[in-house]
């Protein structure tokens, strides 16, 4: 048990090194280096730079060096928690990301949690009750769901919420709000501006675990060890929850290795359309820019919490299933 | 036979409503279990053994559905209950599951939950049939371990089921089976998916537990040899009807049913010469939707009259008395 947990480790940490490898090579990707983006922004906005400033900066940034030792600054650096600076917004990479990070986490946990509060149980429900009518009504809604584009149904139910319930719509702040500091009204407003955006992306992932947790208990449900446990003589309710259901529960725990990166990177239409400050809509914006450093240091952040997404539902896996807990098979 | 009869199956019936149409699983089968005595059930795949012993447990699973017959059981007495007339839902249907019938199942395999330690699966029927605390249900259920023959209970109770081989995961069954205290065990081929080795202990266990329960065990098998060494009686399933119906000595003396004498044929014998072709039963069973008219064994009877066995069903068996439903019985 203990070697598997040690082995998910180390993958994880090699993984990362990957992924902040990679994030480097973006960095570099586009044609000259971080000065002469910089000099070239500086001539746009009127100032000039002269060759012995620029081969200065080159030496200060260690841009003279072997890509290996640069990669390595810079991680040194990005360690540290300087991402360098981005260059649109004229400010440290991490302080732009900032809030936005926690906010996008916020929203994205609500999003999985709404996910799996809607589809645990009416995914049990199809399957249970399959060729119902209840399981026809839910598998209608689902594939709608899964058919309606997200940033659609942010416009109606902005709409309906703004129209009927008078709600204050779009961001996750009220006006007064957004600029203020970290206070429990603050939290509170941003807890009743939750639902309307985790509800949008929830959407079309509750559609799609409804329909796999409903295939994987149908097939759980027509197991032998279903038989045994009704042969016991305990009720039908305890022999479905008890047993198929734990045993079709590995997708879910598997889900939240990949549901974290699409609700991030599948959100960003969504994000602009509810004016979310999070972290989608600023990596479209870094891209369009080419602002190098702050799309990688996005990118990079992505990565390591997908990594990170990936090693909770393994040990989740652990959890439920005492097969690889104690043989260390996945 | 002076023994108490526990209980009476009549006329009991289940259909499978499918797309492409109705399967008729079980058309009118009546047998009798008896308190110490073993009734074995043989028949090809697909005859309807298992089905026969879900439908007395009421745990068919859909699109099955019971359509006629009784379940009786202890007939005759003022307890007498119809297990078909009760809710299968019911807290009185559930008690009757474990606790009146235990289920042997046929794959120590998949039979047990992988998610579960086969202590907290064993604990599990000891508690839905008593008032134990945990901590009584735990010790009980290393008693029934240590009944069943396993070694070191105290020990295996908190093993995983993978964690144990096919002999040990079979005594587990049968211990799973016992923790209710039925007086009647159904066992669904308990011996197929394991060595001869061990599928020999296990019968070995079957009897001796039979003997010290006074228990009536209905053995559902495939396997002449384990119907020749276990049983009292033996009811011959073939597409959902009892054929023949024979103690055992008689059944294997003096075959009445053609298709019982092809099952015995097919018997492989120490006695074959080398390389000798092992017998077969002609054809193949019948696809369930397309039964065949008439007695529905006839297109693979060597026996085959036309115009007889084609036209109308043979006569069903008196329960309890030995017979073959075959029209060679009657006189034309």
Request: charged fraction near 20%.
């Amino acid at each position: 048990m203990l070697s598997y947990l040690l082995q998910r480790l180390g993958l994880a940490v090699v993984t990362c090194i990957f992924i902040s490898a990679l994030t480097f090579v973006i960095i570099r990707l586009p044609p000259g280096d971080f000065v002469d983006a910089y000099i070239a922004n500086l001539t746009a906005s009127g100032s000039s730079v002269s060759q012995e400033q620029a081969a200065a900066m080159r030496v200060e940034y260690g841009l003279d060096r072997p890509v290996i030792v640069q990669y390595a600054r810079w991680m040194g650096r990005v360690l540290q928690g300087d991402f360098g600076v981005s260059m649109v917004w004229r400010r440290p990479v991490s302080e732009v990301i900032g809030d936005r990070l926690w906010l996008t986490m916020v929203v994205s946990l609500a999003a999985l949690f709404l996910t799996w509060a809607i589809a645990l149980p009416i995914g049990i429900y199809s399957a249970v009750r399959q060729y119902s009518i209840g399981d026809y009504v839910f598998t209608t809604l689902g594939f709608i769901g899964l058919a309606v584009p997200n940033f659609l149904l942010a416009l109606i139910l902005m709409y309906l919420g703004f129209r009927y319930l008078g709600l204050s719509v779009g961001g996750l702040f009220s006006p007064e709000y957004v600029q203020a500091p970290w206070s429990w009204g603050r939290v509170w407003d941003l807890m009743k501006h939750l639902p309307l955006p985790a509800a949008v992306l929830a959407l079309a992932g509750t559609a799609q675990l409804i329909r796999i947790m409903r295939a994987n208990l149908l097939d759980e449900l027509r197991r032998p060890y279903v038989v045994t446990a009704r042969a016991k003589g305990i009720s039908e309710r305890r022999v479905v929850l008890k047993y198929p259901v734990r045993a079709a529960l590995n997708p879910f725990a598997s889900s939240i290795a990949y549901l974290f990166p699409y609700l991030v990177s599948g959100s960003i239409v969504v994000s602009l359309v509810l004016g979310l400050p999070t972290v989608g809509p600023l990596l479209l914006q870094a891209l369009v820019a080419q602002d190098m450093f702050l799309a990688g240091a996005i990118v990079l952040l992505l990565g390591v919490m997908t990594v990170i997404g990936t090693l909770i539902s393994d040990l989740l896996l652990m959890w439920i299933d005492p097969r690889i807990r104690l043989e260390g098979r996945a | 036979m002076a023994e108490r009869t526990s209980l009476a199956v009549r006329d009991l019936a289940v259909h499978f409503e499918m797309e492409q149409g109705t399967v008729r699983a079980l058309e009118g089968v009546s047998f009798d279990l008896h308190a110490g005595r073993t009734l074995g059930i043989v028949g090809e795949s697909g005859c309807g053994k298992s089905v026969t012993a879900r439908s007395i447990l009421r745990i068919v699973d859909r699109p099955g559905r019971i359509v006629g017959g009784r379940a009786l059981l202890d007939p005759g007495t003022t307890e007498e209950a119809d297990l078909i007339a009760i809710d299968p839902e019911s807290r009185r249907m559930r008690g009757i599951r474990g606790g009146r019938i235990g289920l042997i199942f046929q794959e120590p395999m998949t039979a047990l939950s992988v998610h579960y330690t086969v202590g907290n699966q064993i604990i599990e029927a000891v508690r839905a049939h008593s008032d134990l605390s945990k901590a009584a249900a735990r010790d009980r259920a290393i008693e029934l371990l240590r009944e069943v023959g396993i070694p070191r209970p105290e020990l295996r109770i908190d093993a995983y089921p993978f964690q144990l081989s096919g002999g040990l995961r079979q005594r587990v069954g049968i211990a799973m089976a016992l923790a209710g205290d039925p007086d009647i065990l159904i066992a669904d081929e308990p011996t197929t998916a394991l060595d001869v080795t061990t599928q020999a202990q296990v019968l070995d266990l079957l009897r001796r537990l039979q003997r010290e329960k006074n228990i009536a065990l209905m053995l559902i098998t495939h396997d002449m040899g384990v119907i020749a060494e276990m049983c009292d009686e033996v009811a011959v399933m073939y597409l959902g009807r009892v054929v023949e119906y024979a103690p055992v000595a008689d059944l294997f003396a003096a075959p009445r049913h053609p298709y019982t004498r092809a099952l015995l044929r097919a018997v492989p014998s120490i006695l074959a010469t080398p390389r000798q072709r092992l017998a077969t039963i002609g054809g193949a069973v019948p696809h369930p939707g397309a039964r065949p008219s008439g007695c529905p064994f006839h297109p693979r009877c060597g026996d085959f009259m036309p115009g007889r066995c084609d036209a109308a069903l043979p006569p069903p068996l008196r329960p309890g008395e030995a017979g073959a439903s075959c029209f060679l019985e009657v006189p034309a």
